[in-house]
């Protein structure tokens, strides 16, 4: 069975990204949650910027 897993990215207002893979948007919102608690910021401060089949090159 082939990779389902798509990477999410989600930014908020003050430029601070996170992206993930997860297999579906539920996953994802779960794991958005996980990782703004983790950095002490609030869930609905990240938006949905985008979907992909590979991570987003930062260099």
Do not use: C, H, N, W
């Not at 069975?1 to 994802?28: C, H, I, N, V, W």
């Amino acid at each position: 069975m082939a990779d389902k897993k798509m990477y999410y990215a989600f930014e908020d207002p003050f430029g601070t990204t996170m992206e993930f893979k997860a297999t579906s948007l539920r996953q994802a919102m779960v794991i958005k949650k996980k990782k703004a608690e983790a950095i002490g910021k609030p869930k609905e401060a990240f938006e949905l910027t985008s979907i992909r089949k590979k991570p987003t090159q930062s260099e």
